[in-house]
């Protein structure tokens, strides 16, 4: 009932965001309206994890197809990802509230919001093929509008272009993955394909149109390209949902056919999705290395966390075809846990990056700096979610990723010589990754809050100051990133009861130690508790405050800053974004992104400077997405003549056709 509610209530709210027009109330009251809802939906996802599969609610509707009801259901995996989508939702609507009188076009994006909270929730619940595909198809066009919503930018135009086609390219290939399972009964119900029986080449094609059609959505290389264009261009508290959780919505739908309705996938399959997570992982974090955008780098990181994710699903799909129920669900509660750890710390991020954007008009790194100290909320909620995001102990990214690599020292023991093989270089790949994710959140981080100002906007940014609802929003994330490295195992043993579905068994990681300990390989060895760490932690700084402020002196002695022998407050003196990556763009990007550097030097006597310029591609767009680019308009371009034809040559070409069907006609009906 609380579902059925919460629901009804966003389209109410989209309703009234119509009706009452543009003025700011109206906008404030839809987001809080929009609080209140995601709210409800969390209490009752939050309610029903960890049910048994008879305690699952499910919900027949006269809706849909003329011979079908639409179907709903919510179990544990459905009750898990609900947690994840309204949790960001709570604290997106929340943060609209302040946010939405720094939109340049609020009406554009306030009916909307709503319908996009509502479509996520409705993929969860969706417990047949048409319904998942309706609510697949309203979450995509309802963060399209708002993707469009600043239209008078010409970039903002092509990235809402790219997002329409990928969308469409996304529900074809999920369309044709329930198709081959519905088979020719057209069954469309989930408990029927479950039932299913698939022959070979239909149950490869399940799989292959299923990583496509929602590692699109996902973001996954080499489907990644409309991913760092749209989220940009999004409103900050849009952005944080489509990176933080409608990715997440795209992984669930891949778990929910591959471990749920397909279950019978075949370790090749796990073998390649962990390739592709470590491509998009290492690939994700370079990109990100190299951006100046601060809204486009943190897109580009989504990339790499949606890799370090897909690498558990994949690893806990070799694991469970090889008759290792323990270990593939280790790999797969190290998945979810990322997933969920991801939700937090990257809307914690996208919101951070709201505030330093409404408070100094700049997205770009080289216009920033300085900010920490006209900005300590945000600086200091953007501190612990970089921190959260480079996988540092005791916050949530390292617990996640440091179950994936358990699971992943264990894979080389796999009956398969390319899983013994590919493992470890899978694993070289993520523990790159995560090196340089803390290099780019360095990076950034201490471009844009530490330091000086590079620009006035910048130096001006406390004269903006932040909302309320804004700040404490932030502050809210900042804590959750903390509790969910602090506690672990008792995030993971509701993980386990989520997973045990798919793989037949209850594995809790904390079995040998018990609580707050994880152990998931042996109580002597591997095994980690972020509780014990924060409570040493706490209780080392509280003895250092004691004895410095015991035994330290209270005099004040002054002298002249360094500043690396120069006196001169030059905000130019200080590294830029760029020159902090030169040495990685060197090693890897003259390599992976062609990368080269032009160096413009007056002629002697001449007073113009000198000009550094860097040139870069995107190997992916150039080589995979404009050739079919050129390919569709060359064919276009051909068609397109036909419109100008004679009579002749219309008449021609029925005559033409009509041969052409009598032959097929023929050739159909020989002996």
């Known amino acids: 009932m609380l579902i059925v509610a919460s629901l009804s209530v966003l389209v109410l709210l989209s309703a009234l965001a119509v009706v009452a027009g543009s003025r700011e109330i109206?906008?404030?009251?839809?987001?809080?309206?929009?609080?209140?809802?995601?709210?409800?939906?969390?209490?009752?996802?939050?309610?029903?994890?960890?049910?048994?599969?008879?305690?699952?609610?499910?919900?027949?509707?006269?809706?849909?197809?003329?011979?079908?009801?639409?179907?709903?259901?919510?179990?544990?995996?459905?009750?898990?990802?609900?947690?994840?989508?309204?949790?960001?939702?709570?604290?997106?609507?929340?943060?609209?509230?302040?946010?939405?009188?720094?939109?340049?076009?609020?009406?554009?994006?306030?009916?909307?919001?709503?319908?996009?909270?509502?479509?996520?929730?409705?993929?969860?619940?969706?417990?047949d093929a048409f319904m998942f595909l309706v609510a697949w198809e309203f979450m995509s066009l309802a963060s399209w509008l708002m993707v469009l919503s600043d239209h008078k930018s010409a970039e903002n135009r092509h990235a809402a272009v790219i997002y329409l086609i990928m969308a469409?390219?996304?529900?074809?290939?999920?369309?044709?993955?329930?198709?081959?399972?519905?088979?020719?009964?057209?069954?469309?119900?989930f408990a029927a394909m479950r039932q299913a029986e698939l022959a070979t080449i239909p149950a490869f094609l399940v799989v292959l149109t299923a990583v496509l059609g929602a590692g699109s959505k996902a973001g996954l290389v080499p489907l990644h390209v409309w991913l760092p264009l749209a989220h940009p261009a999004a409103p900050s508290h849009v952005s944080a949902l489509m990176s933080g959780v409608m990715t997440k919505v795209a992984l669930y739908g891949l778990i929910r056919i591959l471990f749920d309705l397909h279950g019978d996938v075949p370790w090749e399959w796990g073998a390649a999705l962990m390739v592709i997570g470590g491509a998009s992982a290492v690939l994700g974090v370079l990109y990100a290395l190299f951006q100046d955008d601060l809204k486009r780098l943190l897109a580009y990181s989504t990339v790499e966390n949606v890799g370090v994710a897909v690498i558990g699903l994949g690893l806990g799909i070799a694991f469970k075809d090889a008759g290792e129920p323990a270990l593939a669900a280790?790999?797969?509660?190290?998945?979810?846990?990322?997933?969920?750890?991801?939700?937090?710390?990257?809307?914690?991020?996208?919101?951070?990056?709201?505030?330093?954007i409404s408070a100094t008009g700049e997205r770009r790194l080289s216009g920033l700096g300085g900010l920490l100290n006209r900005m300590p909320w945000t600086g200091t909620a953007a501190l612990i979610g970089a921190?959260?995001?480079?996988?540092l102990p005791p916050l949530n990214g390292f617990v996640s990723e440091w179950l994936i690599l358990q699971a992943l020292f264990k894979g080389p023991g796999l009956p398969h010589w390319a899983m013994k093989f590919g493992v470890p270089?899978?694993?070289?790949?993520?523990?790159?990754?995560?090196?340089?994710?803390?290099?780019?959140?360095?990076?950034?981080?201490?471009?844009?809050?530490?330091?000086?100002?590079?620009?006035?906007?910048?130096?001006?940014?406390?004269?903006?100051?932040?909302?309320?609802?804004?700040?404490?929003?932030?502050?809210?994330?900042?804590?959750?990133?903390?509790?969910?490295?602090?506690?672990?195992?008792?995030?993971?043993?509701?993980?386990?009861?989520?997973?045990q579905p798919m793989t037949g068994l209850h594995f809790a990681v904390s079995a040998d130690l018990g609580w707050p300990w994880l152990s998931p390989v042996s109580s002597t060895r591997g095994s980690y508790s972020g509780t014990m760490l924060v409570m040493v932690g706490?209780?080392?700084?509280?003895?250092?405050?004691?004895?410095?402020?015991?035994?330290?002196?209270?005099?004040?002695?002054?002298?002249?800053?360094?500043?690396?022998?120069?006196?001169?407050?030059?905000?130019?003196?200080?590294?830029t974004g760029q020159s902090f990556s030169q040495p990685l763009r060197r090693v890897f990007g003259t390599?992976?992104?062609?990368?080269?550097?032009?160096?413009?030097?007056?002629?002697?006597?001449?007073?113009?400077?000198?000009?550094?310029?860097?040139?870069?591609?995107?190997?992916?767009?150039?080589?995979?997405?404009?050739?079919?680019?050129?390919?569709?308009?060359?064919?276009?371009?051909?068609?397109?003549?036909?419109?100008?034809?004679?009579?002749?040559?219309?008449?021609?070409?029925m005559f033409s056709t009509l041969v052409f069907m009598l032959l097929v006609v023929a050739w159909r009906q020989q002996p």
């Open 26 to 127: 109206t906008h404030r009251l839809v987001h809080a309206g929009c609080a209140a809802a995601s709210l409800g939906l969390l209490v009752a996802g939050l309610t029903h994890l960890g049910i048994g599969p008879g305690g699952s609610p499910s919900i027949v509707l006269p809706l849909g197809l003329p011979w079908m009801a639409a179907h709903f259901r919510l179990d544990n995996l459905s009750a898990l990802f609900m947690v994840v989508v309204d949790l960001a939702a709570v604290a997106a609507s929340i943060y609209g509230i302040g946010y939405c009188r720094h939109l340049p076009e609020v009406r554009r994006v306030t009916p909307f919001f709503p319908l996009f909270l509502f479509g996520m929730n409705a993929v969860l619940l969706a417990d």
């Open 168 to 189: 469409a390219f996304g529900t074809f290939c999920l369309l044709t993955s329930f198709g081959l399972m519905a088979g020719a009964g057209g069954t469309y119900t």
């Open 330 to 356: 280790l790999a797969l509660v190290g998945g979810l846990y990322h997933i969920v750890n991801h939700s937090v710390f990257k809307t914690l991020l996208f919101l951070a990056a709201g505030a330093v």
């Open 387 to 391: 921190a959260a995001i480079s996988a």
């Open 425 to 499: 270089v899978v694993g070289a790949m993520l523990a790159l990754a995560g090196a340089l994710a803390a290099t780019c959140f360095v990076r950034a981080y201490g471009i844009a809050f530490l330091g000086r100002p590079r620009s006035l906007a910048a130096a001006r940014a406390d004269l903006h100051p932040t909302p309320a609802s804004m700040r404490w929003t932030m502050a809210a994330l900042a804590l959750l990133c903390i509790l969910l490295g602090a506690i672990p195992v008792t995030v993971t043993d509701a993980l386990s009861a989520v997973v």
């Open 538 to 575: 706490t209780a080392l700084f509280a003895i250092a405050v004691v004895l410095a402020h015991g035994l330290g002196t209270r005099r004040v002695r002054r002298a002249d800053a360094w500043d690396c022998g120069h006196r001169e407050d030059i905000p130019e003196t200080q590294y």
């Open 591 to 653: 390599s992976v992104f062609l990368a080269r550097e032009t160096v413009e030097m007056p002629e002697p006597g001449e007073r113009s400077p000198a000009r550094l310029s860097v040139r870069m591609i995107d190997p992916v767009w150039v080589w995979l997405y404009d050739p079919i680019a050129r390919a569709v308009n060359f064919i276009a371009d051909r068609v397109n003549r036909m419109q100008f034809l004679t009579v002749r040559g219309y008449l021609l070409m």
